[in-house]
C-alpha cells in the first residue's frame, strides 16, 4: 500500500511519536542521531527526529513485515523507563513548589502525600525545596514513613543525605531515629548505630543536645537488643536532678530490662539453683533502684505513674520466695493508696487472719549475704509514704502537689497474679469489688483480668464463682468476647472441684454457654467435659453427659466434614486428630454402659444405634486419611520423578539407536 519511502518514514513517525514518554531517555536514544527539523512542537520535533533517524536506518535492513516488531521494541523501552522510577517532570515540581515557600505547608503536603504512599514524589518534592527552604519536618516525616516501613539502612541513608542538602536535624530527627532503632532492634546493626548516633549528640558541633527523651529511646534499642553492659553504661552518666535527669519512662525501661535479663536470657546449661539465683538477684536490684525512686518522688522530681508500678510488681513476681509476692500489695498499697486486705506476711495480724499458709523460702540466707550496710530491710523499701506536703516541680517555677499514680487494668491483673501466688482466693475477691466497683475505682476488666480471675478460682476449686462470673459479669459486658480459652479454664475448674456433688450441673451449665457463644465446639472443652462424666463413675450421669454432648457432636462431624463455620477452612489435623479421639472416647463410654449394666436394658438399643454411628464415622475417617496420604506420597513421587527428568534429560536419539 505505501511504496514511497517518505509515506512509510511518515507514518511510522506518527504511530511512534505517540506511544514514547515525552522526554527521551539518553539511556535508550544515542546521540548520534542527528535532530532533523519539521513543523510542529518542540516535544515532537525532538522525537520525530529521533524517531524518523532510527527507522530511516532500520527500514533498509528490516523488511515491511518486521515493522510492527520495530513498534513493540519502542513500547517495551516505554515500559522499561516507567518501571524504574515515575519522576516528576520538573515543570510540575516547579508549579507545586511555588505554593510551597511555607516549611510549614510543605510538611503538610509531604505528610499527605506520603499518607498515600507515594513516597517517590515526596522525595523528589523534598529534595528540590531543601535548595531554597530549610524544611526540616518534612525531613523528618520522610524518615518517619522509611522506619515504618522497615527500611532502616535507607532511612539512615536519607539522614547523611539530609545533612549533605545543608538541611540541619532538629531534636525530634533523633527521636524519630533512635524510637525506628528500637523498633527494630532485633538487627544485628541496630544496636551499634542507635549508640554511634546517640554519642554524636555529645559532639561539640552537633546542633542538637541529647535530652531525656533521647535517653530513654536509647535505653529501649539496649533492652530490646538485650545488651545490659550498654543500657548500664548510659544510665550510669545520667545526672541526678536538670534536664537530663531520669524520668519515670528511664525507670520503667530499667526494670523491665533487669527483668527480661532474669527471665528471658537466661542460658541453656544454667542449673535450676544459677537461675534462682539470678533472678533473686535481680530482684535485690530492683529493690535498691526502688529505694531511689521513692526519694525522688518525695522530693517532688518525678511522677510516678501506673506502668512504672506494675513493672516493678512484676519484677518481684519472678521471685520464688513468698516475701517477694507479698510486697507487691505493699508496693501498691505506697503509690497508689491502695489499702492492704491482707497483713502483711511475718506479723502477727497476718497468722490471726486466717490466710492460706505459705511454704518458707530455702534459701533465706542468701538475701542477708548479698545486702549492704546501710541498706533498708526487706519490704521496707514499700513503707507507706506520706505526700501531704510534696510537690513536683513542673515547667518554669510552676508546682503542684504529688500525686499518687491512678490504678487501671495492668494494677488489677497485677494483684490478681500476686493473690494466685499466694492462693489467697478470699483476698483476690475483695480487691476484685474493690477496684471494679463503679462507685469505687470504676475499673472494667478486660479480657486478661477475667481469665487471671478465673486461674485463681480454678486454683481454689471454686466452679460455682466460675460460671457465675462467665454468666453475670462476662456474658453481660459488651467489651468482652469469648474464647475457646475460656472456656477451658472454666471447665478445667470443675475437672478440679471434682469432690463437689454439683460439679457436673456447673460443667454442663459452662457447656451450654459455649455452644451459644462460639460458633465451633472446643475439642479440649468437650473432652474435659466427658473425661469429668467418666471419672464419677456414675452410669446415669455419664449417659446424660453423652445426650449433653449430642449437638456438640453433630457439629464436630460437620467441622471435620466441611470445614469451620467461621472461616470454612479445613480444620488442621492435630485439631482432626482431638475431634476423632473424642468420637472414639464417645464410643469407649457407650461400651462401658452397656458392657457392665450401668443402664436400663431396654435402653441398649439406643445406644447401640449411636455407637454404630460414631464407629461408622471413625472407620470412614481413618479411611479418608489413608487415601489422602497416599495419594499426597504418589503426588510426592511424580514430582521428584520429574525434577530427575528434567535434571538429566531424555537420552539422545543416536545413543538409544546404538544401544538397541
Known sequence: MLNCKACIHRCIRTIIADILPLRPSPRHFSPRFAPIRFSGSSTRRAYGSATAAVVRKSAKHHPSEHRDRLVNQYEGQKAKAVARGRQLPRTDLEKELRYLKDPLKLGDHVRRILRDDEERKALEIVRAASKDVQCTVSWNHLMDYGMSKGRMNATLKLYNEMKKRAQVPDAHTFTILLRGLAQHAHYPQALGKALSLYHSMFTPNSPVKPSIIHTNAVLKVCTRAKDMD??????????ARGLGAPDNLTFTTILNAVRQNATVQLEVSMSEEEKSRRREKAILEGRRMWDDIIGRWRAGDMWIDEEMVCAMGRLLLIGGRPRDWDDVLSLVEQTMALPRLIPRLGTPARDGAGAPQIAAPDNAIFEKEDREDGEPEAGAEFNRVDISKAVVRLKGSVTQPAAYARPGRNTLSLVMEACLKMRAKQTAQEYWSLLTDPQGYGITPDRDNYHMYMRLLRLSRASKE???LLREEMASSTNFTFLAKTFRIA?????????????????????DLMQSKLPDPDVQTLTMYLSLASSLNDGPVIAKALAQLGPATVNLKSMLSYGSAETWDKVKSQEAKDAIELIRMKVGCYDRLMN?????????????????????????????????????????????????????????????????
Not at 550498654?230 to 545526672?239: D, F, V, Y
Not at 455407637?611 to 487415601?627: D, G, M, N, Y
Not at 489422602?628 to 506420597?633: N, R, S
Open 230 to 239: 550498654s543500657l548500664w553504661g548510659i544510665a550510669a552518666k545520667l545526672p
Open 466 to 468: 466460675a460460671i457465675t
Open 491 to 511: 471447665m478445667s475448674t470443675c475437672v478440679r472441684d471434682r469432690n463437689n456433688p454439683a460439679v457436673m450441673t456447673h460443667a454442663s451449665q459452662i457447656l
Open 596 to 660: 457392665r449394666g450401668e443402664v436400663k436394658r431396654e435402653d441398649y438399643g439406643i445406644y447401640a444405634k449411636e455407637r454404630s454411628k460414631l464407629a461408622a464415622f471413625v472407620t470412614r475417617w481413618h479411611r479418608k486419611e489413608r487415601a489422602w496420604k497416599e495419594m499426597k506420597a504418589e503426588a510426592r513421587g511424580r514430582e521428584r520423578e520429574g525434577r530427575i527428568e528434567g535434571r538429566y534429560g531424555d537420552e539422545p536419539e543416536g545413543e538409544a539407536v546404538a544401544s538397541a
